[in-house]
């Protein structure tokens, strides 16, 4: 097979790197995918019996920005096999597509061989996934000439996995055993993608209409610019929007983080997409909380269906002193079918991350009205906790309060019977009761 291609000059670089790990990464559109994909089909045709592995977070974005242009390139190379998700050449290469959409899902590449492992969007992963598969990138014994294993990843700053890709490839901080000549980056532009420029030059008309820091890191791949944010994923013209009437049909709930310091309400909406809106919020400070209860009931219309509260699990705890618990001032307030709050926080965070992270096709599944300024303004300075891995930090702690309330919302809509690690198995939360996801597609289970 002969196939025409024109890499610019850092695409050549990727293909002709041969480091055990080359990271091609920087700013969005630079060509990475392409590359990626292109970079496989030319390992896979040029060494008999090469076995690789593609990976990407989802099942939806592997289809969507691998899957199909791979198979329009391969028609006719080579076959598809669908159950195993895996192009199986004639000269016995194979590239086989896989997701890990939970940190559990890499251990079933353990005990796999694979001479080349694709990780694309690598800032999506976590450390660990990483790491996992760097024990299955080795020799798989199917080839009949030495090949030495290697790593391929493609990545934007921003991300679960920022961290420890801007270590390895950016900053070049090594720990003991890592050695640094097994790192290669090679940094991507939106500007030397000559095909993107020519087809589509309002992309980078989009590109530099985003905020600040997230223009940096899309437009110039600085990888600084989320230094520390918690959730980079956030972006302003993607997850906000003017407010409009909710349809009537719409579930409508409550999220409450209950403190005399601070008080944060969202009231949340999900639509017929099942993408959830947040479209009101008020916070108070030094209220008590039959004050939090009125004013949850009185910042809700009389009209409006609301269907359950979630509120913190400390307000079910009786006082001592008066035999009532939180739960009791506020149902005497009048805040009715309140539910105890899943607390879990670096699942709920989990949870809160793929709400924000955009799929292939770009579509957010939360969407907060701009009149919720207070959520607005806490989401994006939310910053890692230096401490404990995934957790975000407790300082500033004015700036928890309306996040924690969007993490109990969306923890409130989990499936019960989601069987990973991303949400606990057994949920009282999820209200209504969800239809179960289809088994290979976690996107799916988010929007119930
Ligand atoms: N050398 C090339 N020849 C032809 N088309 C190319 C080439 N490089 C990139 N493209 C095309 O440019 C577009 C953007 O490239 P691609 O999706 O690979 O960018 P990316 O860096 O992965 O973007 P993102 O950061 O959004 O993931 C795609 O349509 C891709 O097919
Ligand atoms: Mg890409």
């Known amino acids: 097979m002969e196939i025409q291609i024109q890499p610019n000059e850092k695409q050549r670089a990727f293909f002709e790197s041969q480091a055990r790990y080359t990271a091609y990464g920087g700013a969005r559109g630079g060509g990475k995918s392409w590359a990626m994909r292109m970079k496989l089909v030319l390992l896979a045709l040029g060494n008999d019996g090469v076995q690789i592995l593609l990976l990407r977070?989802?099942?939806?974005?592997?289809?969507?920005?691998?899957?199909?242009?791979?198979?329009?390139?391969?028609?006719?190379?080579?076959?598809?096999?669908?159950?195993?998700?895996?192009?199986?050449?004639?000269?016995?290469?194979?590239?086989?597509?896989?997701?890990?959409?939970?940190?559990?899902?890499?251990?079933?590449f353990q005990g796999q061989a694979?001479?080349?492992?694709?990780l694309e969007e690598a800032t999506h992963f976590t450390e660990k996934q990483f790491f996992a598969l760097t024990e299955c990138n080795r020799w798989s014994g199917s080839m009949a000439t030495p090949f030495r294993p290697r790593m391929y990843l493609t990545c934007n700053p921003g991300g679960v996995g920022h961290e420890w890709v801007k270590r390895l490839f950016v900053d070049r901080r090594y720990r003991e055993n890592e050695h640094p000549e097994d790192y290669l980056f090679i940094r991507s532009l939106v500007f030397e993608n000559a095909y993107l420029m020519q087809n589509d030059p309002d992309y980078v008309r989009t590109l530099l209409a985003l905020p600040e820091t997230r223009r940096r890191a899309m437009l110039y791949g600085d990888w600084s610019a989320f230094e520390g944010c918690f959730f980079p994923e956030f972006d302003y013209g993607k997850h906000t929007c003017e407010p409009f009437d909710i349809?009537?049909?719409?579930?409508?709930?409550?999220?409450?983080?209950?403190?005399?310091?601070?008080?944060?309400?969202?009231?949340?909406?999900?639509?017929?997409?099942?993408?959830?809106?947040?479209?009101?919020?008020?916070?108070?400070?030094?209220?008590?909380?039959?004050?939090?209860?009125?004013?949850?009931?009185?910042?809700?219309?009389?009209?409006?269906?609301?269907?359950?509260?979630?509120?913190?699990?400390?307000?079910?705890?009786?006082?001592?002193?008066?035999?009532?618990?939180?739960?009791?001032?506020?149902?005497a307030a009048g805040v009715r079918a309140l539910l105890r709050a899943n607390n879990a926080r670096i699942p709920g965070w989990r949870v809160l991350r793929e709400y924000l992270h955009l799929s292939a096709s770009e579509r957010p599944r939360?969407?907060?009205?701009?009149?919720?300024?207070?959520?607005?303004?806490?989401?994006?300075?939310?910053?890692?906790?230096?401490?404990?891995?995934?957790?975000?930090?407790?300082?500033?702690?004015?700036?928890?309060?309306?996040?924690?309330?969007?993490?109990?919302a969306v923890m409130s809509r989990v499936p019960p019977n989601r069987p990973r690690d991303a949400a606990p198995r057994e949920s009282v939360y999820s209200f209504?009761?969800?239809?179960r996801p289809k088994d290979d597609d976690f996107s799916d289970w988010l929007a119930y």
């Not at 694979?114 to 694709?118: A, F, H, L, P, R």
């Not at 300024?373 to 975000?392: H, I, K, Q, Y």
């Not at 209504?432 to 239809?435: A, T």
Request: glycine share 6%; aromatic share 10%; with cysteine.
């Open 57 to 108: 977070r989802t099942l939806g974005e592997l289809r969507e920005n691998h899957l199909l242009p791979l198979l329009k390139l391969l028609n006719g190379v080579a076959k598809y096999a669908a159950t195993e998700k895996e192009f199986r050449f004639p000269n016995g290469s194979r590239i086989r597509l896989g997701y890990c959409d939970s940190e559990g899902d890499v251990l079933q």
């Open 247 to 331: 349809p009537r049909e719409w579930i409508r709930f409550r999220a409450l983080d209950y403190g005399l310091d601070r008080t944060a309400v969202l009231w949340l909406a999900v639509a017929s997409d099942r993408t959830l809106y947040v479209y009101r919020e008020r916070t108070a400070s030094d209220f008590v909380l039959s004050d939090a209860g009125r004013l949850i009931v009185d910042s809700t219309p009389p009209g409006e269906q609301i269907r359950y509260t979630v509120a913190s699990p400390d307000l079910w705890n009786r006082r001592q002193e008066t035999g009532r618990s939180g739960f009791d001032i506020l149902t």
């Open 114 to 118: 694979y001479e080349v492992i694709g």
């Open 432 to 435: 209504p009761p969800p239809r």
């Open 366 to 408: 939360l969407v907060i009205f701009r009149t919720c300024t207070e959520l607005l303004r806490c989401l994006p300075l939310l910053r890692f906790d230096p401490n404990v891995a995934e957790d975000a930090a407790d300082t500033p702690h004015d700036l928890t309060h309306a996040p924690e309330a969007l993490r109990y």
